[in-house]
């Protein structure tokens, strides 16, 4: 049959999707410069599809322009459509940046990091989803008969991530039913944010061609374990110089990293707003799934908030200084990754600004916010954390969460867990 190659342009906004628009791929490169059109209440499409609240009404002109370095052209070469799409920013029609792009959020965060001490983040995200090619079985937790099971899925995903310029670094049977997780390679911040969007892309798209389906949304079922995104991060300077690690230093990290994570702890109850922001979030966010409950550091402990992992048969110094990392478990595929990782990187930057100093070892955690709404709450109290959005921003955003969480009031764990299922 004839055929006309395709492209889409979009962006991963509020509610973690990748929304945009798709022209003939030979228009490329017109439309490079002048993307594709949008308009602002587009940011406001819920999580579920319709807008519930919108500040701007059905006014307005954008453009979302394609960012070529995070262009994804994967042939599966299996006759079906080649995936073919691009990310890009949110603009004005002047061309300049829209105050409420979740990737020009990012961009404004990792500002604020090098305004505040001339550093640059590395990070990697560890993502969990579940699989539904695969039967549902006892003893599926990291088994070699789960991971056989799933067949062709983890080969072709693996090839659709490397081809998509993502390097793979792991893929496994989890912990929970059906569940599986990938890992990719470190890359500077605003890449790795893209790769995780990408990540999560490669897997629907794989999934999809074998006619199943993942399920990334936080808590798939009320009784099991809940589907994490954790962020690992670690510190350079200008020049490129790995500086989280100190030997002499608490739990390993450098006074600048500890700085950087006490800053993360201290607006950890309100950017939990934004890294863990659906109400289905919170249901993952319990006792012994592990995750996180409290707001607190911790080394090598998988059910802290923020984790220092360990290094692994590095050679000298020199290799544990490149390996070093912590780990931002408070996330989950509910947030775009440009807004969780903005969130973090702007209250590490504070952390640094501030000279803030982590929580005295013994000290009481507090709880982490037990619902969206106490979450929302809290970063309504913090005018630092709404200096990051601007006003705009910060009105759309509050709207946006609000009006979901009004939508599912009174649905019961099971019912709200199923809703979260079906669209993530
Ligand atoms: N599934 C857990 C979570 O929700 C994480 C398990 C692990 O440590 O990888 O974050
Ligand atoms: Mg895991």
Known sequence: MLREELVFVGTCDIAGHVRGKGFPAQELHARRLKGIGWTHSNLMQSAFGPIFDTPFGTGGDLMIVPDPAAEV????ADGSTPEHF???DIRNTDGSPWEC????FLRRALAALDAAAGLRLIAAFEQEFVYTGIEDRPAHAYSLGAWRRQGSFGEAFVAALRTAGVVPDSFLPEYGDRQFEVTVAPAAALTAADHAVITREMARATAHRLGHRVIFSPKPNADGVGNGVHIHMSLQDAAGTPVTYAPDGRMGLSDLAQQF????LHHLPAIAAITAPSPVSYLRLTPNRWAPTAVDIVQQDRGASLRVCPVFAAAGPAEIARQYNFEFRTTDASASPYMALGAVVFAGADGIARGLALPAPGADSPSLPRALGQALDAMEASKLVQSWFGPTFLEAYL??????LATLTDLAPEELCDRYANVY
């Open 73 to 76: 052209r994967v042939d599966f």
């Open 399 to 404: 709207r946006h969460k609000r009006a979901e």
């Open 261 to 264: 994570c006490a800053g993360i």
């Open 101 to 104: 792009c979740p990737r020009e």
């Open 86 to 88: 691009i990310l890009g």
